[in-house]
């Protein structure tokens, strides 16, 4: 392989539905490694989206350096595109120096763009006239009867998308009005590198959905509902990233309200939560590939030691 890379360290993925300690284990085998992190979250590219998105801080990094993290105002539009070609760049510049890039993330459609490479992701011409009607109908009826339809029309590329992303939804939609087909998937192939898959779950669910909501009520704490003030006044309430990241149109729509009593829209960002992790867990279960570990009382240094064993045989300290 050229560039100076070295073919026997491969790249390592840890990944798993939201909330099950995905940072921590990448964080600590980073540490024991000597190596960098990427981040395969769509959610943590938007600057100033740090309490809700559970950003990792300063502190729980424990300096390791981690790339695609805070790479677009919430204004932009990062495409799938823009972290192929980031996160790709990072991997190659890592690799060079004879380390093992851990890329750590649930978000399904980003791991993909990396780790299984595309190669042509086929494209369909914009459709203006659909992509108005389209545009009426959200505004008549709702993202969420989109988001529906798109489910009965295309359930791959709905699983693939977030119930809050407008843009992507509609896109969709008018991709399969426009072909009478649902939306072509990209012509994947292995990528030029080794991959060990790493995935965290819970075995009991209500124990994970009690930590969410635990969650929630500790980011609500932290100043979640004034951070969401904040970049609403600063970037507008129609920033893209506000728009489309959960929870943050929930305490937009609460502050506009007036309303006191946050509970019943902690309540509703807990069940969107859960059933995004329900979500994730549907996407990573087709991947044959990936090591699973359940995390229930199991602590973060048995996790390491768990994650070493499956790295047996390419990587050494």
């Not at 992303?165 to 939306?183: C, H, K, N, S, W």
């Not at 902690?266 to 359940?294: E, V």
Request: include cysteine.
């Amino acid at each position: 392989m050229s560039e100076g890379y070295h073919t026997t360290v491969p790249l390592i993925a840890v990944v798993g539905a939201t909330a099950t300690g995905k940072t921590a284990l990448a964080v600590a085998l980073a540490q024991q490694l000597g190596t960098e992190i990427i981040s395969a979250d769509s959610r943590y590219v938007y600057r100033g989206l740090d309490i809700g998105t559970a950003k990792p801080t300063e502190v729980e990094r424990q300096g390791i350096p981690h790339a695609l993290i805070d790479v677009a105002d919430p204004t932009e539009q990062f495409t799938v595109a823009q972290y192929q070609a980031q996160a790709t760049q990072s991997i190659k510049a890592i690799r060079a120096r004879g380390k093992s890039p851990i890329v750590v993330g649930g978000t399904g459609f980003y791991l993909r763009a990396v780790l299984q490479a595309p190669s042509q992701v086929p494209s369909v011409a914009p459709q203006p006239v659909i992509r108005e009607a389209l545009g009426r109908e959200l505004e008549a009826q709702g993202l969420e009867a989109l988001y529906q339809r798109l489910q009965q029309l295309d359930p791959l590329r709905a699983s693939q998308l977030y119930p809050q992303d407008a843009f992507r939804i509609v896109r969709a939609l008018e991709i399969i009005e426009a072909t009478g087909q649902p939306v072509p998937q990209a012509v994947e192939e292995p990528p030029p590198y080794p991959v060990v898959w790493l995935g965290l779950r819970w075995r009991n669910r209500d124990r994970h959905r009690a930590l969410l909501s635990q969650r929630i009520a500790q980011q609500v704490a932290d100043g979640w509902i004034e951070e969401a003030e904040a970049l609403m006044a600063r970037y507008g309430a129609d920033a893209h990233a506000l728009q489309t990241t959960l929870g943050y149109p929930e305490w937009m729509d609460y502050r506009s309200s007036n309303a006191t009593n946050p509970q019943p829209v902690m309540d509703a960002i807990a069940l969107k939560t859960s059933q995004y992790a329900g979500r994730q867990r549907t996407w990573f279960n087709k991947n044959p590939a990936i090591h699973w570990l359940d995390i229930d009382d199991v602590s973060l240094a048995d996790q390491c030691a768990w994650a070493r064993q499956h790295l047996e045989g390419y990587v050494t300290k």
